[in-house]
């Protein structure tokens, strides 16, 4: 029996809305149950140093906490002076899945940053962050082509991610905080549109697991996959 | 005229978003235009050593613009590994601002912090913070002593902040972006409830000002303040 | 009755002694009582990034304490590792301040950094530094004017800086360390020889203060700008 | 065909010298191919503040390559003033999968910190850096078991970990650097004795991959990690 | 012929003023000719965390350069966010050279700081530091003495330091800018009042020195530093 | 009588191991007795922003211990996120040393960073360091003139450095750890091939130490240097 009562196949509500703010070129605050992530897509001319002069963008994220998104408060990374190696280990995990399924060359010279701010933390918010950074993302784009500032699409397919994990013997969907702070293994699962993986990051936690458990945690990122890729088609509609 | 068609003693709407965060003692969305201002309050047991042992509390702020709440996206301050200027004289002036109407022998060995993170910007982004600072300080120490933690209400009376200056040789009410970033002077006023004054700050951008603009300046700050406790009571009601 | 005996419109003795470096292009070691600070001009052909191909030149201040220029020792800033919110708040105000007075088109693509070092601290450290900072600018740019460097002047005006307070309810001129440790508000005023106002920075500290406390602390304020415009005078002649 | 002529299922040559430095309570030198990591075990009396009281242990690893472990000379980290995300997320992984099979209770209220200091890098740093670490912490916990410190084992099984990819469309075992920057996939797998999964990682580059191929590389890791298992124990013996 | 005109073995005018500042237990500004170091000495209850409990106290030295010390402008270390290598070498060298004469257990657990802020720069600012430091500490721990904190008087001799160089093929003493940026050989003597060596740095620069060059240096060294100690018992009288 | 049994001028067992990692342009393992140090020659196209345009090369040192390197395990200072003041010390003494024997112009635009990384410390890591960096030097160098990237060879001596010291009234030489730490004084010399020096460092620990001991040591110095001039022939032979 799960906290939340729900079915071991079971998600929290989804939504996603867009526009959450009015400078980025594509924002949207994304829910997971009471996880709450603020995400934008600023698109700027200027790529990294190492890439520039060979005609092809790059797509980074950044990802924060704001201190009091958690139960209790957490000290401000500004404030300690760097940022922790979670926070890092977040935030490349985000860039990595989102160039995923982008073509670099067709963005041209331009680097998009999808900025992934947890408003409210419950569980969940590495993979909250990556299923909205895409539709800011996808928003962004969409009015680069609009405008005619790029011709062919360079989104190849869409992008999503979902946590499953072994809580109390059982494998489910979607943890929440009480489910995630008390899991046996946890496994966060990038998945992309068409079927295929991008990122399998797997974890035991006091348990471990065997490869038929690694496979059921799987199958249940792909049924939570599915529900975020709808939710994000209906977004930006 | 103003760009927005305001008159110059006409404030932007304001709203405020009470119980906005979950896990905070005290939060609120406070918007004034399209400024949007999260501030929630955190009591901690823990007050900072330089307090420690003297039966008092501290109330202090922090505040931080999210990197796309700009026209253009501004780094990090986590990535950069220090805190701006501007944002240490921002958060040092909300602390003192909340001191203002804290007797913090009434608050007992506790620290409130008041987060303030900017999630949109449109000029005032300060102003604002305060403002919502007191509303989701409020809130948090309504708590305090609903559950009986604290018996004599430490909060004496309200405080409120706003921006003025001059624009195109006319003082003008509540600045936006597009006003503050051509005005002659720029003034921000924190007043209290009572009719007393917590804090002047008033520069000169370009044109100085004189005594008679001070007051000018000054006067339009005590309009916008009484529009602002009235919109507090309203929140915390 | 002031703790050091003077009467509330009187300041310290001020004293400006011109030279007191030999490699800066401008210096002098400003007292205020026993508030020390020496001031340097330094004159760079190298405007920051932000300014450069504008044919504009840039001013800014940059301030720091001597680890004992205070009663007790306080811990360097290089050896923490940062400059604390407290001195980036008023090199910021240093920087402002002078700038209130300097044409900067006149100026060319160049740099004048005002280095104020305080030697021994006795309240008013920040309004020592912008008095002598004038000083130590007014000579830096008699020197490019008379090698030929700049022909117009870029300086229109005088800027000076003083505190006021409210000490056992009486507005006074000029704080010492004992009054400004113990003021019910704290006042610094920035302003410029020809009557205006660059900056007012007004704080309630403990009690608050209203719209005629601080006409009352501004009036003290001219009083003692005036002494000051006196003393730059004699002191650049 | 692979670059190094290896079969899909063939790793490098593994050694484990034992012994390699004389103060720390374990060490060893692993060699996988031509990356070689120095690791050591260090027992201190002193568990991270957060732990402290609850009569458990804690292991956590460090993770550094030389500057000229690569083909080129990276920048030192000391000497950047920070650790990369990088390397952050590698010792959190090294930590992470030692403390799998150890049982924190039994090593008391201590901490053994497992460095992984990479002298030569050809690609699988981070998989030999956690297959070395479990050898450096078998010899220290033996020495501590041979002198009376602890009485009840507290390594449960042994953990090695192993990189396989998919290259030119075919999964290979153990890839080198020349593999490893051209691999369409990357997977990391951390296996524990017994048969279970400590950790997964895989990540698709450029290529994504399906079930089938992810399953495909975890049977590969079985084989390399059972290759280093007994390695580990002819090198404890 | 050496720039200014001196004879090999003369130094250049040597001042100490005592009581520059006032809140310092002890304080002198010291000139080597050109170069001016302000020294103070402060007394604090409280030793290094790896000192105490221990009944034994400790000194210590901080250097730094006023931004505009030097011909050009440096940069301002606190803004930077580190020191340098060459300030934290003299700070260490500063520190070492003072407890070369100071009896650790007669202070008592007391941590005596000496900073040594150069104020004007003109070659052999390390060595004007050590030597008025020394006269600050004399002067601190006479004020101890005086008021009974300590009895037995922990300063055992007097430490003055001086520079030599080789400069157009012969040796010279106490070089100044123009001649120790130009020298062969470099080398800094700290000498104690008995006729002890505390240190000696001595790097060639461009070319090498041998056995008998470096007793050269040492020689002139002795007359340098004899003349340091005779002004040093007359500041301190 | 010397804790290792050596006489007074015997040093420890040398031993320089070549070739010890592939990537660099020159490498060695080098063995004082059981200091041992890994040091590494990078050359890079690019000199720093200083030297550049004039044609000229430049050699710098870098140093670091690893965490395990000695007794008891020290942080690593990438994870303090800055260098000790003795790290810094080291590494300009490094740099410094070997500058004295290359001619910069001969080298051209290049700079070859020596890397000096302490694998295991038993006293006198500075000295193997700079011992080990010539020959690293010395073979990246034999191999720019092999491929002729270089015509005449930039390297005009050999250099080496050893440290000597005081230990209970005698003078020994090559300090191990046992006597480094409870010496009188302590001496680094380092000396060229021809018979010149290039820099003492002489320090009074507890003790000071006369004209005559400086003397003593630096005979027994020379004996030392001897030694290695030898095995880096032998070495790089």
Known sequence: MRPSGRAPDEMRAITIETGFTKHAEGSCLVSFGDTRVLCTASVERNVP???RGKGEGWVTGEYSMLPRATHTRGQREAAKGKQSGRTQEIQRLIGRSLR???DLRKLGERQITLDCDVIQADGGTRTASISGAWVALRLAVNGMIANGEIKDDPIAAQVAAISCGIFQGNPVLDLDYDEDSNADADANFVLISGGQIAEVQATAEGATYDEEGLL????????????IFAAQLDAVR
Chains 1, 2, 3, 4, 5, 6 share one sequence.
């Open 216 to 227: 059921r945690l799987l199958r249940l990122g792909r049924i939570g996959c599915d529900r």
């Open 100 to 102: 995923a399924v982008v």
């Open 49 to 51: 140093p190492w890439m």
